[in-house]
């Protein structure tokens, strides 16, 4: 089955707090989108085993996303041949236009992890003759395939990136989807008294979407610089 995005993250609700906005605003084109986490969030804060992964399976379904768990061990992810070579085979199969993942993560060793592993493994996906790599099996049977582009958004639990960005995506109007599927993660935020984390996720939102005139953005990064028809192609800007 195809799908035009492939969003790679550590964790269940990475995605949603990182660029909820954005995968509604996708899915509402007719983008269809997947999210792949590399482990199941477990153990967490405030729930018991399992009830992470069915609240994942909640907050995608408000955004109109899919979902699948690769199995890795929370806090202890790894950036190995074995799981590069296991999300360039999603890749491969799933054909995405579109990638998106971690970058510049330091502060969480899962979220740091994560990013050299996707951009290693949209590399490989791209590569041909697997079965002539020993330990390449996994690829074997699969055609290669070339993103379009892949891009980062903002992770949170890491300092505000200021002005250093490549694009930002405004989200004022479906933020509220993208709220109501944070708000599943009743195992690993405290929803209901007001959890300090999401007050401060919601501000640099809202900092963002300040940059722009607008009520909420997402920020993202580029692996590789943009290129466009022309430079009509911009929102205006708050500030020219």
């Known amino acids: 089955m195809s799908y035009d995005v492939l969003v790679v993250s550590a964790h269940p609700d990475d995605a949603e707090v990182q660029m909820g906005g954005t995968l509604v605003k996708l899915v509402d084109e007719g983008l269809r989108v997947l999210l792949v986490d590399l482990c199941d969030g477990e153990p967490s804060d405030f729930a018991e085993p399992g009830v992470r992964v069915a609240q994942a399976m909640r907050a995608a ?3 109109g996303v899919e979902r699948v768990f690769l199995g ?3 806090r202890l992810l790894a950036d190995t ?3 590069r070579l296991e999300v360039a085979r999603l890749i491969r199969l799933h054909r995405p236009r579109l990638v998106f993942g971690t ?3 330091t502060i969480h060793p899962d979220h740091a992890v994560a990013g050299p592993l996707l951009s290693a493994a949209v ?3 791209r590569l041909d003759h697997w079965a002539r790599v020993p330990g390449g099996e996994l ?3 699969t055609e290669p395939w070339n993103v379009e582009r892949l ?3 903002h992770c949170k639990m890491e300092p505000p990136w200021g002005n250093d960005l490549a694009f930002a995506v405004d989200v004022s109007a479906t933020y509220d989807r993208k709220r109501a599927a944070i708000n599943e993660y009743g195992s690993i935020f405290r929803v209901e008294e007001g959890d300090r984390l999401l007050t401060f996720y919601e501000a640099e939102d809202a900092y963002f979407g300040r940059l722009f005139g607008v009520a ?3 920020a993202f990064k580029s692996h590789s610089p943009l290129l466009v028809e022309s430079p009509t192609v911009f929102l205006p800007g708050l500030h020219a």
């Open 81 to 83: 041949q074995a799981v």
């Open 151 to 153: 891009f980062f958004p």
């Open 123 to 125: 590399f490989l996906a």
């Open 61 to 63: 379904a408000i955004l």
């Open 72 to 74: 890795g061990q929370d």
């Open 103 to 105: 970058t510049n993560a």
């Open 139 to 141: 690829l074997t049977g």
């Open 216 to 218: 909420y953005a997402e």
